[in-house]
């Protein structure tokens, strides 16, 4: 029983202290001397200089910071904190963002994908969606949003457009009466990949096309292989449906 006698000593000042303070908070409250500071954190500035005077006190910014988590012109720290009792008529001083900075973006045209990103680090910037476009230059940066010389925030994407292979199409001729060795020349020299197939399952001395396989009229990729397939010379030519 002795210890917890001690015990009841001990927080017996502490109990009567936080008591005293809570009816002293409160007599004064009821006298309109003392208000409860608002909690104006994450306030724009008019909205938290709103809310202390609504209290009867007065806002001053002390300074601006730059904070990337937090958006322009909101406070970001108060004095006196919040919910503290304090005295009518007192400042409160509070610090305001000013948001993350503007950075010059880089110009990005003409280097190749492969650098961009490093480039975009430097100026705190992301790098955004990659489009490619069909261009002469291939791997190369054609275009950028925004561009190069504007100023953007800082932590904001760049999207870029790069250059890619342009599809070429071919329209596939008539070749029933084309020489088969007329028609490779012409495909070599167009860059179109083809292959023979001997539908005999020898090659004739005097090869005649059996079909292709690409049907006549139509459109084909450049990169398409085509398969030229050969008869011994007396099959006759398929019909098109």
């Known amino acids: 029983m002795i210890w917890k006698r001690g015990l009841l000593y001990l927080l017996m000042p502490i109990v009567v202290f936080g008591l005293t303070t809570y009816l002293t908070i409160d007599i ?34 002390m300074r ?14 108060q004095k006196p904190e919040a919910n503290i009792a304090t005295r009518k008529g007192r400042i409160v001083h509070v610090i305001v963002s000013e948001g993350p900075q503007l950075t010059e973006v880089p110009i990005l045209t003409g280097r190749p994908l492969q650098e961009a990103e490093g480039i975009l680090k430097e ?5 955004g969606r990659v489009i490619e476009i069909p261009h002469t230059a291939v791997g190369k940066i054609i275009a950028q949003m925004p561009k190069g010389g504007e100023k953007s925030l800082e932590g904001k994407e760049v999207i870029i457009f790069v250059g890619s292979n342009t599809n070429k199409y071919y329209l596939m001729p008539d070749v ?7 028609l490779q020349d012409e495909m070599d020299a167009k860059g179109i990949k083809h292959r023979i197939e001997y539908t005999q399952g020898y090659r004739p ?4 096309i ?32």
């Open 123 to 127: 100026k705190k910037l992301e790098l």
């Open 210 to 241: 059996s079909s292709i396989s690409v049907p006549t009229r139509s459109l084909f990729k450049a990169d398409k292989e085509i398969l030229i397939y050969i008869n011994n010379g007396g099959q006759e030519w398929p019909q098109s449906e």
């Open 28 to 61: 004064l409250l009821r006298t309109g001397d003392i208000v409860v500071c608002p909690d104006i954190r994450g306030k724009t500035v008019e909205e938290a200089r709103e809310m202390a005077k609504s209290v009867g006190l007065s806002l001053v910014v």
């Open 64 to 77: 601006y910071e730059n904070r990337n988590d937090v958006p322009y012109n909101h406070v970001t720290v």
């Open 176 to 182: 029933r009466k084309v020489e088969l060795a007329e």
């Open 205 to 208: 001395a005097r090869p005649n």
